[in-house]
C-alpha cells in the first residue's frame, strides 16, 4: 500500500520562502513522477507541478513559473517544493501525489497547510 | 492553462444515476483521453476514482464510470448511496507536461 506524507506549511510572510516535502513508502519511488497539487480555501483543486520519474522534467502551473522549483530524492523516497517570494494567493492546502497508474495523480497525502499572511 | 468547467452543484436521490459534466477545450480535454475524477469528502484528500478516460483503480466501485464526448468529459455515479455525498473533481492533460482541474461539483443525496 502507498502511503504519501507531507510536511513543512505554517505561517510564512509576504515575500519569504518556504520548503515543502513530501515523503513515499510502498512504491517504487524512483520509477515513476510526483505532483504537487494546492487547494486554497473553500476552493477547487489547482495544479501546481509535476517532476518525471528521472528528474529530467519539471513543469509548473503559470501563477507559480519562476517562483516555485520542484525536486526530487531518490535515496529518500522524497519530493520537495521550494516555495520563493510567496504571496497571499499562495495560501492553501498543499497535496503530494503519486503518479503510478499513468497519467494521472493517483495516491495523495493528507495535505499541509501554508498560510502567507504579515 | 484555464480551468476546465465544472457545475457548481448536482442532486440525487438514493438509487438513482446522476452524471457530471467537465468542459474543456480542444487543447485539453478534447485533445487527449487523459481525463481523471476525484471524490473529495471535506477535509479529506482527494481519491482518485477513474482515470484515462474510463480506466477504475482497483478498489473503486463500478458505479463510477467516465466517458468523454469532444471537450466535454462526464463522470455517471449510479445507484446514488448516501456515501457518494462529497465533492467531484475532474482534472486533464493540457499538452506540454501540464495539467488543468475543473472548479469541482459538490453532490447531495437528497
Known amino acids: 500500500q502507498v502511503k504519501v506524507v507531507e510536511s513543512g506549511g505554517g505561517v510564512v510572510q509576504p515575500g519569504r520562502s518556504l520548503r515543502l516535502s513530501c515523503v513515499v513508502s510502498g512504491s517504487r519511488f524512483s520509477e515513476h513522477g510526483m505532483h504537487w497539487v494546492r487547494q486554497a480555501p473553500g476552493k477547487g483543486l489547482q495544479w501546481v507541478a509535476v517532476?518525471?520519474?528521472?528528474?529530467?522534467?519539471?513543469t509548473y502551473g503559470d501563477p507559480v513559473k519562476g517562483r516555485f522549483t520542484i525536486s526530487r530524492d531518490d535515496s529518500e523516497n522524497a519530493v520537495y517544493l521550494q516555495m520563493d517570494n510567496l504571496r497571499g494567493d499562495d495560501s492553501a492546502v498543499y497535496y503530494c501525489a503519486t503518479s503510478i497508474l499513468g497519467a494521472t495523480k493517483d495516491n495523495w497525502g493528507q495535505g499541509t497547510l501554508v498560510t502567507v499572511s504579515a | 492553462q484555464s480551468a476546465l468547467t465544472q457545475p457548481a452543484s448536482v442532486s440525487g436521490s438514493p438509487g438513482q444515476s446522476i452524471t457530471l459534466y467537465c468542459t474543456g477545450t480542444?487543447?485539453?480535454?478534447?485533445?487527449?483521453?487523459?481525463v481523471s475524477w476525484y471524490q473529495q469528502v471535506p477535509g479529506k484528500a482527494p481519491r482518485l476514482l477513474t482515470y484515462?478516460?474510463?480506466k477504475r483503480p482497483s478498489g473503486v466501485s463500478n458505479r463510477f464510470s467516465a466517458s468523454k464526448s469532444g471537450d466535454t468529459a462526464s463522470l455517471t455515479i449510479s445507484d446514488l448511496q448516501a456515501e457518494d455525498e462529497a465533492y467531484y473533481h475532474c482534472?486533464?492533460?493540457?499538452?506540454?507536461?501540464?495539467?488543468?482541474f475543473g472548479g469541482g461539483t459538490k453532490v447531495t443525496v437528497l
Open positions: 484515462e478516460g474510463s
Open positions: 482534472s486533464s492533460y493540457a499538452g506540454e507536461n501540464s495539467w488543468v
Open positions: 480542444s487543447s485539453d480535454v478534447g485533445a487527449y483521453d487523459l
Open positions: 517532476i518525471s520519474y528521472d528528474g529530467y522534467y519539471k
